[in-house]
T-cell receptor
C-alpha cells in the first residue's frame, strides 16, 4: 500500500469514448501530479496541482483534462484519445510542489490505458 | 540526448551478486532520486540525496556532485530485487524532475 490509490488499474477505451482516471491520497500532501509513461521512454510530467491550483501543464493536448476538487483527489478526464495515447498513467503526491523535488514523491500503481 | 543517462539499460545477475547501476547527468542539480518500479507499474522512492551516501538495508546510493554521477548498489541481490530502477534529478534552475529511461534488473535464483 503506497498511500496513493489509482483506479482503474486497467482501462481499454475506443477513440470516441469518454472516461476518467481517479487518484486519491491520504498522506496529507498538498501537491498532486499526473505522469505519463510510454514504453521505452522516461516518465513525462503532464500536470501539477499545488493546493488545488494547477501550476503546471506540460503542453498536454486538450483531450486530457485534469480536475483537482481537493488536495486528496485528482482526476484525469479523457476524450477522443488516439492510439498513441496508450500508456501507463501514474499519479503522484508530495508535501507541496515547491519543496517536492527535495522531498520524496509518492506514486500510485498507475492505470494501464489502451486506446483502440 | 537525455539530460539523465542511466547504464546499463538491462542487467541480469545471479542471486547473491553485488549490483551497480549508474546515473550520469549534465545539469546542475539540487537533488537526485532513485526510484524502483515493479512489473505491476507502481513506483517506490528509494533514496533522495544531494551529497555523499545513503544506505537502507541492502541498498546503497552515492552521489558525486563534481562528477555529476550517482550509483545505486545492491548487495546480496535477490530475485525480489528484479525491477526497473529509475534515476531522476531536480535541476537547480528548474521546478521539475527529469527522469532517466530506467535500468531493467533481473536477478535469477
Amino acid at each position: 500500500e503506497t498511500g496513493v490509490t489509482q483506479t482503474p488499474r486497467h482501462l481499454v477505451m475506443g477513440m470516441t469514448n469518454k472516461k476518467s482516471l481517479k487518484c486519491e491520497q491520504h498522506l496529507g500532501h498538498n501537491a498532486m501530479y499526473w505522469y505519463k509513461q510510454s514504453a521505452k521512454k522516461p516518465l513525462e510530467l503532464m500536470f501539477v496541482y499545488n493546493f488545488k491550483e494547477q501550476t503546471e501543464n506540460n503542453s498536454v493536448p486538450s483531450r486530457f483534462s485534469p480536475e483537482c476538487p481537493n488536495s486528496s483527489h485528482l482526476f484525469l478526464h479523457l476524450h477522443t484519445l488516439q492510439p498513441e495515447d496508450s500508456a501507463l498513467y501514474l499519479c503522484a503526491s508530495s508535501q507541496a510542489q515547491f519543496s517536492s523535488y527535495n522531498s520524496p514523491l509518492h506514486f500510485g500503481n498507475g492505470t494501464r490505458l489502451t486506446v483502440t | 540526448k537525455n539530460e539523465v543517462e542511466q547504464s546499463p539499460q538491462n542487467l541480469t545477475a545471479q542471486e547473491g551478486e553485488f549490483i551497480t547501476i549508474n546515473c550520469s547527468y549534465s545539469v546542475g542539480i539540487s537533488a537526485l532520486h532513485w526510484l524502483q518500479q515493479h512489473p505491476g507499474g507502481g513506483i517506490v522512492s528509494l533514496f533522495m540525496l544531494s551529497s555523499g551516501k545513503k544506505k537502507h538495508g541492502r541498498l546503497i546510493a552515492t552521489i558525486n556532485i563534481q562528477e555529476k554521477h550517482s550509483s545505486l548498489h545492491i548487495t546480496a541481490s535477490h530475485p525480489r530485487d528484479s525491477a526497473v530502477y529509475i534515476c531522476a534529478v531536480k535541476e537547480t534552475s528548474g521546478s521539475r524532475l527529469t527522469f532517466g529511461e530506467g535500468t531493467q534488473l533481473t536477478v535469477n535464483p
